[in-house]
């Protein structure tokens, strides 16, 4: 199974910027597709994104075009450039693949946005 680390969260001011990382494990032609997913106090995970192993991608219609998705697979990592950032993106953000989400899940790593 692949493993992934996410990296990158912190606690900023609403209208600023994070990006996020997340490693994977493996070989990066043998994952289609990886997602990056969050979880809000209180709700469910919900998905925001995928990118494939040559750089489609597709997003979830809350983002208003807020975050860019992208891959590196000479360095095994996704990453997520949040923009434009509100408090209702505070949340645990994890990687997975996409959409099938069949790996373990990692820690994730904070996003706290404040106002």
């Known amino acids: 199974q692949v493993q992934f680390v996410e990296s990158g969260g912190g606690l900023v001011q609403a209208g600023g910027s994070l990006r996020l990382s997340c490693r994977f494990s493996g070989n990066p032609s043998a994952i289609p597709a990886i997602g990056w997913y969050r979880q809000a106090p209180g709700k469910q995970r919900e998905w925001l994104a995928h990118v494939g192993i040559f750089g489609s991608t597709n997003y979830a219609d809350v983002l208003k075009g807020r975050f860019t998705i992208s891959r590196d697979n000479s360095v095994n990592t996704v990453y997520l450039q949040m923009n434009s950032l509100e408090p209702e993106d505070t949340a645990v953000y994890f990687c997975?693949?996409?959409?099938?989400?069949?790996?373990?899940w990692g820690q994730g790593t904070q996003v706290t946005v404040s106002s």
């Open positions: 997975n693949t996409s959409p099938s989400q069949d790996s373990p």
